[in-house]
């Protein structure tokens, strides 16, 4: 892993710990309410997705015929920022839900939740990659696998 990809993948969690720290600012100064919004609106759906991203982007994009050699590339991207944004709405409402639930909801407690749910995400291992539909399944040898017989080996100028 490169110092690049360490410092993508421990981001979202870095905005998590931000936000958190924002709380000590006084109640309804932008950069508390900045910090705390952009968190929660794209901060854990970024983990989440970081972590399917092989998975995701293994089946190629479908587009129009005559596409540009960048449609796949931005169209990846478009894809994965969506479902950042649209995983993050939903982990806020399903932590705040769990709260209420149990009649112990504050904001102080879900964006906590979240910030340890998004640090956890970003010490999990991606996912693998399926092939796409209609790609030949690879064949490996187990030992079930009967093996076929080997000719012996002979000696340069004797008969076999």
């Known amino acids: 892993m490169t110092p690049r990809d360490l410092v993508i993948r421990a981001l979202p969690a870095f905005g998590g710990w931000l ?4 709380l000590a600012l006084p109640g309804g100064s932008p950069p508390r309410g900045a910090a705390v919004a952009l968190f929660l609106a794209a901060g854990p759906g970024a983990a989440l997705v970081r972590i399917c991203a092989p998975a995701l982007g293994s089946r190629p ?4 015929a005559d596409r ?4 796949d590339r931005h169209s990846d ?3 994965q920022a969506t479902l950042a944004v649209l995983l993050s709405v939903c982990a806020v409402v399903l932590v705040s839900t769990v709260f209420i639930a149990t009649r112990a909801f504050s904001g ?3 964006l906590l939740s979240l910030t340890l749910l998004t640090t956890l995400a970003a010490c999990c291992p991606s996912l693998r990659a399926t092939p796409a539909p209609g790609t030949p399944p690879k064949t490996r040898r187990t030992s079930r696998t009967p093996r076929t017989p080997r000719t012996p080996r002979t000696r340069k100028g004797s008969a076999p």
């Open 19 to 22: 936000a958190v720290a924002a």
């Open 61 to 64: 994009a479908e587009g129009p």
């Open 68 to 71: 540009d050699a960048a449609f």
């Open 77 to 79: 991207l478009l894809e």
């Open 108 to 110: 102080e407690r879900v």
